[in-house]
C-alpha cells in the first residue's frame, strides 16, 4: 500500500508543470555577458542624457592652474594637457559616440536592408549589378573606406551632426547590411503571399515596403546593434587620426590623439579613461547584440 501511495505521489509531482522564471532572470541565466552588455548601455544612456546634472566641471572650460592633475577628490579622473576635467570630458564623449555611432549605423542599416530587399525583388541584372558593387565597398577596408571619404568630403555640421562623417561611417555598413536582408530576402520572395500581392496587381513599392521588409525586421534589428560597437570605433579612429570630430568638442577618440599622447608616460591616466571608455562602449553593444540575436533566433544557439 505504502509502495503505490508512492508512486501516485511522484507521479503527481512530476506532472506539475515547473515555475517559470521571469523573462529577465532567464536573460541573465540564459546571456550573463548579453545581460551585462545591456546594463552598461543603460548606464551610459543615463550617463550622457543627464550629462548636464552629473558632469562636475564644464568640457570645454580651460584651467591652466591644473594641467595634467592626477586623479584626485577634485578631478576623479584626472585632468588632461589643457586642464580640462577628464571625468566631464568622457560623459560628453559618450554623447558624440552615441550620437555619431547610432545615426551611422541606422542609416547604413536601412540603406543597406532597403538596397537588399530590392536586390533580392527584382533579380536579374539589377540583383547582378548591385551585388557587385556590394562586392567592391566589402573589399576595402572599412577604416580606409571611411578615411578616404571624410578627407575628400570634408566636415557639413547640420544641427550640430558632422553629416559628412556620418557618411563616411555608414557607407561600409551598407554593403554588409545589404548581403544579410538579401540573403533573407530570397526566401521571402517565394512566399505565396507574395505571389498573391502581385497577382491582386499592388505595385513593387508596396510589395517591398509592407510584405518583405517587414520579416528581415529581426535580422535588421541585430545588426542596427551590432553596427553601433563598430560605428563607435570609426569615429574614435578618425577622430584619433584628426579626420572626425574637431576640437573643442568632447570625443573619445580625440581625447587620445595630440597632447595626449605626448603625456601619456608621464600622467598615463590621460588616455586610461577616453580608452576604458570605448572598449566597454564596444563590448557592451557587441555582447547585447550577440544576446539579442539568440533571443530572436533561438537556432543560432550553440546548444540549438
Not at 87 to 105: C, D, K, N, P, Q
Request: hydrophobic share 55%.
Amino acid at each position: 500500500m505504502r509502495d503505490i501511495f508512492s508512486t501516485a505521489l511522484a507521479t503527481e509531482l512530476l506532472s506539475v508543470p515547473p515555475r517559470r522564471r521571469h523573462p529577465v532572470v532567464r536573460f541573465i541565466r540564459n546571456d550573463p555577458l548579453g545581460a551585462a552588455g545591456f546594463s552598461l548601455i543603460v548606464l551610459c544612456l543615463i550617463l550622457t542624457i543627464f550629462a548636464p546634472l552629473i558632469a562636475p566641471y564644464d568640457p570645454l572650460v580651460n584651467d591652466y592652474g591644473a594641467i595634467a592633475k592626477a586623479p584626485s577628490a577634485a578631478h576623479w579622473f584626472g585632468t588632461d594637457g589643457f586642464g580640462r576635467d577628464l571625468f566631464s570630458r568622457v560623459i560628453y564623449g559618450g554623447r558624440t559616440a552615441l550620437l555619431i555611432g547610432v545615426t551611422a549605423s541606422f542609416v547604413g542599416c536601412t540603406i543597406g536592408a532597403l538596397l537588399g530587399v530590392g536586390s533580392a525583388y527584382f533579380g536579374g541584372w539589377v540583383d547582378m549589378i548591385l551585388e557587385r558593387f556590394m562586392e567592391i565597398l566589402l573589399a576595402i577596408p572599412i577604416t580606409v573606406l571611411a578615411l578616404v571619404l571624410i578627407s575628400t568630403l570634408g566636415h557639413n555640421l547640420v544641427l550640430g551632426v558632422d553629416v559628412n562623417l556620418v557618411l563616411a561611417i555608414a557607407l561600409p555598413i551598407i554593403p554588409k547590411m545589404a548581403r544579410i536582408a538579401r540573403s533573407q530576402a530570397l526566401s521571402i520572395r517565394r512566399m505565396s503571399y507574395v505571389d498573391a500581392a502581385r497577382t491582386l496587381g499592388f505595385g513593387h513599392l508596396r510589395i517591398i515596403a509592407l510584405h518583405m521588409a517587414p520579416n528581415i525586421f529581426g535580422p535588421y534589428i541585430v545588426m542596427l546593434t551590432a553596427f553601433i560597437s563598430q560605428a563607435i570605433l570609426i569615429e574614435a579612429s578618425l577622430s584619433y587620426l584628426g579626420l572626425g570630430v574637431t576640437e573643442p568638442t568632447p570625443s573619445w577618440g580625440l581625447m587620445l590623439a595630440g597632447n595626449a599622447f605626448n603625456l601619456a608616460m608621464t600622467a598615463p591616466w590621460i588616455v586610461v579613461s577616453p580608452g576604458l571608455a570605448i572598449a566597454l562602449a564596444v563590448f557592451a553593444f557587441s555582447m547585447f547584440g550577440d544576446a539579442l540575436r539568440d533571443f530572436l533566433d533561438p537556432k543560432s544557439r550553440p546548444n540549438g
